[in-house]
């Protein structure tokens, strides 16, 4: 069995807000009596893409767990390189796609970035798209792969998300069909917990960190704001069983300090 947390959307901005609840989260992972095969962060890391808001996260995503973590429309590719991955490229290298990989023992998760710089909707470039086909073509069919990036590839029924998702998503689902060992999508951008389908994959959405959003249902029309700044922050656990079976479990943390 193969079990990877996930967790999105942290917005750190330098105060003590969205350090907090991502503290909590932090903290309960590296509590639970179980170690994990990864630690999966899906973007929205800074909240303006400063530098001391990279700084902040080095030292609150610290793990016992191996960690990843992708760019969100809130992150700059440069500063992130830098403050989270040690990396002072210069040039095109600095601005290319984050892209990742995890190949653990019975899966590999590929870690897509699907921002784009100065914009707050979702794509997946054609170097990343290309990456993706190699390493799914290099991973054995048995194997499962799940693909995670920052905005979902579908629309999730909430207008305000909805607008800002991943497009040309028919190109990612073309690759899909080439590579039936690609198991799952796992996203997160919404700041909900939800899940969907694209490509005759699930699509597993993470919760977010820093506040939840509003439902359509949830309030008046054209109320403000889009989330919920009280809701405890939240953590989705995906579960590879030795079927090849994928579950996902949803944890609300709150802090028992």
């Known amino acids: 069995m193969n079990v990877i947390a996930h967790l999105s959307d942290i917005h750190l901005d330098g105060g003590q807000r969205a350090a907090d609840r991502t503290r909590i989260v932090m903290e309960y992972l590296d509590a639970l009596p179980y170690d994990l095969d990864a630690v999966l962060v899906s973007g929205d890391i800074a909240d303006h893409a400063a530098a001391h808001e990279y700084e902040q996260a080095a030292t609150l995503l610290r793990s016992r767990h191996p960690l990843v973590v992708c760019p969100g429309n809130h992150d700059e590719r440069a500063a992130f390189r830098q403050g989270?991955?040690?990396?002072?490229?210069e040039g095109a290298a600095a601005v290319a796609p984050v892209d990742q990989v995890v190949r653990g023992d019975g899966f590999v998760l590929a870690v897509c970035d699907s921002s784009v710089p100065g914009a707050h909707h979702g794509r997946l470039e054609e170097s990343t798209l290309a990456w993706l086909d190699g390493v799914l073509t290099d991973t054995p069919r048995d194997t499962a792969v799940l693909v995670a990036f920052h905005h979902p590839p579908v629309a999730l029924q909430t207008p305000y998300v909805d607008e800002i998702r991943q497009f040309g998503e028919e190109?990612?689902?073309?690759l899909a069909?080439?590579?039936p060992h690609l198991t799952a999508f796992l996203c997160g951008h919404a700041h909900t917990a939800a899940a969907s389908t694209f490509a005759g994959r699930p699509v597993l959405v993470a919760p977010g960190v820093v506040s939840t959003l509003r439902l359509p249902w949830e309030s008046p029309s054209g109320s403000s704001p889009h989330v919920h700044l009280d809701e405890p922050p939240a953590v989705a656990f995906h579960v590879l069983g030795d079927d090849g079976r994928l579950t996902t479990h949803y944890r609300v943390v709150v802090d028992r300090r």
Do not use: C, V
């Open 84 to 89: 989270l991955l040690g990396e002072s490229g």
């Open 171 to 174: 190109r990612l689902a073309e």
């Open 177 to 179: 069909e080439r590579h």
